[in-house]
């Protein structure tokens, strides 16, 4: 699995929203207009499955922003993220 961190970088809540579900749209979005194009649509289907379920995690941290209000801003650590509190 590919992840990548900014470790000692702090970003408000909104901006680490941005940043968990960019690789979400972005590169499914980039599988699925490859693979179709390449003719090969189970393949697209596959591909943007299995990089859907890579997302998850990511999917609980925004999931975890927007229901805790007094999150303000977030750390991309190595092993996971921190969040602050006001």
Known sequence: MI???AEGVVYS????MLICLAPTVVLTAAF????ACSGYPLL???AA??????CVGDWYYVRTILRD????ACE???FGVRF???
């Open 13 to 16: 809540r909104r901006r680490y």
């Open 3 to 5: 992840y990548a961190c």
């Open 69 to 72: 209000r007094r999150i303000v």
């Open 49 to 54: 499955g299995l990089h859907l379920s890579g």
């Open 84 to 86: 602050f509190a006001r």
């Open 76 to 78: 991309d650590t190595s």
């Open 32 to 35: 699925a207009l490859g693979f």
């Open 44 to 46: 697209c289907y596959l």
